[in-house]
Nanobody
């Protein structure tokens, strides 16, 4: 069982930056592939970024490539999402998710956080 707690969301102006954090419980954190999803109002949840447990594989949605960077610190059981050059269309609830194994999936994750709101004003 893994519990995920996100933090770092908030209100920022377009062009600004935010860093989201996701703290995970459990002693096997390093064996989970981790991901950040987001869901904007009226839209489906989408995978924004993911990193395999080994760190050898990463995924970024086309809409965030070059602006978002996901990283993980297995010693701290924490993953981060550094978001730069934020746009109003990045406004969404951001969810941290985890799945067992070393394969990034676009959809199937076993554990989810409660979400943190990111609002980008124009």
């Amino acid at each position: 069982q893994v519990q995920l707690v996100e933090s770092g969301g908030g209100l920022v102006q377009a062009g600004g930056s935010l860093r989201l954090s996701c703290a995970a419980s459990g002693r096997t954190f390093s064996s989970y592939t981790m991901a950040w999803f987001r869901q904007a109002p009226g839209k489906e949840r989408e995978l924004a970024a993911a990193v395999s447990w080994s760190g050898g594989s990463t995924y970024y949605a086309e809409s965030v490539k070059g602006r978002f960077t996901m990283s993980r610190d297995n010693a701290k059981n924490t993953v981060y999402l550094q978001m730069n050059s934020l746009k109003p269309e990045d406004t969404a609830v951001y969810y941290c998710a985890a799945r067992t194994g070393n394969i990034i999936s676009l959809l199937r994750y076993d554990y989810w956080g409660q979400g943190t709101q990111v609002t980008v004003s124009s």
